[in-house]
């Protein structure tokens, strides 16, 4: 039969606004992280990335902070604008698997004018 | 600057044809990564070779799939006898130094219909 596929979470903010996107990594020994930006038809955007012996990095309108207690890494976007509607991707690495990245499930930003 | 290219960006194929996928990394970088992308779900780590060699294959299915990097051209990913659940996005990245906590940078993906 035919296969449906997941419904992401969904996170609905308005232009300006400050976007927090959530994700919890699998793997307490991975020492790497990523986050990717997705938009429709196209391949994975590098955002930012944060090593596990940090727990923030900051970019352009972008905040990474990782919480390597819960296993829990965050993306906050500063005045979110309509260009960054898409699919939001925390990535992990484990330092003995180098190279093969663990994709989270993704969330899917809309950025309502 | 030329990223990483893929092609074809789109291909399609009948139960049991070949499918070749390709993939030129950015100037400079020696390590290729291979992802799959079921609809609406995240990527799925595949093969990382460096030219010449497979590094790790462990999310490569047993049959049907090979991967390749030789020293002069793309990576190829090579899909024998496809089945309607080979139907996927397939994207490919590159890094310079390759390894742990090397950025990856991805392609625009390969978009693979089985009929």
């Known amino acids: 039969g035919e296969s449906v596929g997941l419904h992401l979470p969904t996170l609905s903010v308005q232009e300006g606004d400050n976007s927090i996107i959530n994700c919890a990594y699998s793997?307490?020994?991975?020492?790497?992280f990523i986050w990717y930006k997705q938009e429709s038809g196209k391949g994975p955007q590098f955002i930012i990335d944060?090593?596990?012996?940090?727990d923030k990095r900051q970019g352009q309108r972008v905040t990474v902070l990782l919480n390597k207690t819960v296993k829990h890494l965050s993306l906050q976007i500063a005045a979110t604008q309509p260009g960054d509607s898409a699919v939001y991707f925390c990535a992990e690495m484990y330092y003995n698997q180098g190279g093969k990245l663990i994709f989270g499930q993704g969330t899917e930003l809309s950025v309502k004018p | 600057n030329a990223g990483v290219m893929q092609n074809p960006r789109h291909l399609v194929r009948r139960r049991g044809q070949e499918a070749r996928l390709r993939c030129s990394p950015m100037k400079g970088h020696s390590h290729v990564y291979w992802y799959r992308q079921l609809p609406e779900e995240g990527l799925k780590f595949m093969v990382y070779l460096q030219k010449e060699n497979i590094i790790d294959e462990s999310g490569m299915p047993k049959e049907r799939f090979s991967a390749e990097f030789p020293k002069e051209g793309p990576s190829i990913l090579r899909i024998q006898q496809v089945v309607r659940g080979d139907s996927a996005a397939y994207f490919c990245a590159s890094s310079l130094s390759g390894g742990a906590q090397d950025t990856q940078y991805f392609g625009p993906g390969t978009r693979l219909t089985v009929l």
């Open positions: 944060i090593r596990s012996n940090m």
């Open positions: 793997n307490s020994a991975s020492d790497y």
